[in-house]
């Protein structure tokens, strides 16, 4: 006899582990929905919520945990409900036709359910389709002065005009060759305490630049990492595919139009403050929770002004307004995110988190910046924004091997 201990994390895991034991189809399509379980802390809510959602879990086989007070009072109190996925389907079930919150409850549970458990993505942006499985790559081009990484293409020597323009387009075919499907242009540092450029000068630097690589390159995806709306919109008219805002469109207003308007892809990034003051006395109650909370607003807000789910990615914005425990703890409860249904975006490559724990100085951390995407990947991430494509797409066919085998 041989017993193993068996963890699965997706439905297509436990059917392919029914099927090499040689379960029936219908027998792996009933069971299948048995053996994944999930759990969920559902926060201020009645205390006769929270006994009936006990007392239903408890009739199909499984329970609640509720503080003790909430058995006898009628106070407003925290759940923690678990079970297998078939038990919390059956659950949202029985809730569907219940008053007050408890409908609520059911679609919300019913909605992360469905979308706790995409693999595959399609995404859109400007008519063109990124069909997202295995995990994409982000490639980085700064056309700044003060870039934290130091790949600044204008710093670099103090490059300009024609120089830069050969620069990025020798870079972005490097990284074309090397796997990536989106090139991210940025042409102002948001690195913390940055000083802002004004959007004329922003565009100047990164507008040429972006005119070259999309009449080089007309299928890469090219994203713009910018706030602001005339560089947005000029951007938009020399060919761009994505808006990149960090600020979510809570800057400039006309940004989130621009996006419906020309049918553009975006990444909402959750930051607190601005660059220039976000790592200043920063504060978190539950940093993923917070961030959760501000996803929920803000995807609220978009879907209500046009923009359509499949044109949006989602970045939890490591080190913009994060000290380091936050951005481990966003790292390690990244699924989290999962529960929006969309791809998750990340970007810590070289950030100072990886150089605080190691010690080590910006170009010293590519190890650590590769043992941080190896994580993140296992945690869901969908898209790496990085520096070094190489070394993170050979990170990513590992990874992948392993994790599909």
């Known amino acids: 006899m041989r017993i193993t201990p068996i963890k699965v994390k997706n439905l297509e895991e436990t059917s392919k582990l029914m099927t090499a034991i040689g379960v029936s189809a219908e027998g792996i399509k009933i069971l299948s929905l048995k053996s994944i379980y999930c759990a969920f802390k559902i926060e201020n809510i009645k205390s006769w919520e929270a006994n009936i959602l006990k007392q239903y879990l408890l009739s199909l086989g499984s329970d609640a945990a509720i503080e003790r007070n909430a058995l006898v009072k009628d106070?407003?109190?925290?759940?923690?409900?678990?079970?297998?996925?078939?038990?919390?389907?059956?659950?949202?079930?029985?809730?569907?036709?219940?008053?007050?919150?408890?409908?609520?409850?059911?679609?919300?549970?019913?909605?992360?359910?469905?979308?706790?458990?995409?693999?595959?993505?399609?995404?859109?942006?400007?008519?063109?389709?990124?069909?997202?499985?295995?995990?994409?790559?982000?490639?980085?081009?700064?056309?700044?002065?003060?870039?934290?990484?130091?790949?600044?293409?204008?710093?670099?020597?103090?490059?300009?005009?024609?120089?830069?323009?050969?620069?990025?387009?020798?870079?972005?075919?490097n990284m074309i060759k090397q796997g990536v499907k989106i090139i991210d242009l940025g042409g102002e540092s948001s690195r913390p305490f940055s000083t802002p450029i004004e959007g004329v000068e922003e565009a100047k630097n990164v507008i040429p630049i972006l005119k070259a690589i999309r009449n080089e390159f007309k299928k890469v995806f090219i994203s713009i990492d910018t706030y602001k709306y005339l560089v947005a919109k000029k951007a938009v008219d020399e060919g761009v595919d994505i808006i990149n805002d960090i600020t979510a469109f809570r800057g400039d207003k006309r940004m989130l139009n621009l996006v419906k308007k020309n049918d553009l892809g975006c990444v909402l990034m959750h930051m607190k403050g601005i660059p220039q003051t976000m790592q200043e006395k920063v504060t978190y109650k539950d940093t993923v929770t917070e961030i959760i909370d501000f996803f929920n607003e803000r995807l609220n807000f978009c879907f209500k002004k046009g923009i359509k789910k499949e044109h949006v990615l989602i970045d939890p914005g490591i080190g913009f307004g994060k000290r380091q425990e936050d951005n481990l703890r966003i790292m390690k409860e990244l699924y989290?995110?999962?529960?929006?249904?969309?791809?998750?975006?990340?970007?810590?490559?070289?950030?100072?988190?990886?150089?605080?724990?190691?010690?080590?100085?910006?170009?010293?951390?590519?190890?650590?910046?590769?043992?941080?995407?190896?994580?993140?990947?296992?945690?869901?991430?969908?898209?790496?924004?990085?520096?070094?494509?190489?070394?993170?797409?050979?990170?990513?066919?590992?990874?992948?091997?392993?994790?599909?085998?």
Not at 130 to 159: A, E, M, R
Not at 341 to 368: A, H, T, Y
Not at 371 to 397: C, F, P, W, Y
Request: one cysteine or more; charged letters at 25%; proline letters at 2%.
């Open 336 to 405: 989290k995110l999962k529960i929006f249904g969309l791809p998750i975006f990340l970007g810590l490559s070289r950030k100072s988190f990886i150089g605080n724990i190691l010690n080590n100085k910006v170009e010293d951390r590519l190890i650590g910046t590769m043992a941080a995407n190896v994580i993140s990947l296992i945690k869901g991430a969908n898209i790496l924004r990085v520096h070094d494509v190489k070394e993170t797409m050979q990170v990513i066919k590992i990874s992948s091997a392993i994790m599909n085998n």
């Open 75 to 173: 106070i407003e109190t925290t759940a923690f409900i678990f079970g297998s996925l078939k038990q919390l389907k059956n659950l949202c079930g029985k809730l569907r036709n219940q008053p007050f919150r408890l409908q609520e409850i059911s679609q919300i549970i019913t909605s992360y359910l469905d979308n706790l458990y995409i693999k595959d993505f399609k995404f859109y942006a400007r008519g063109k389709l990124l069909k997202i499985k295995d995990p994409i790559i982000c490639g980085i081009i700064n056309v700044t002065y003060d870039s934290f990484s130091g790949d600044g293409l204008i710093q670099k020597g103090q490059n300009t005009g024609d120089k830069v323009k050969y620069l990025a387009l020798k870079k972005c075919e």
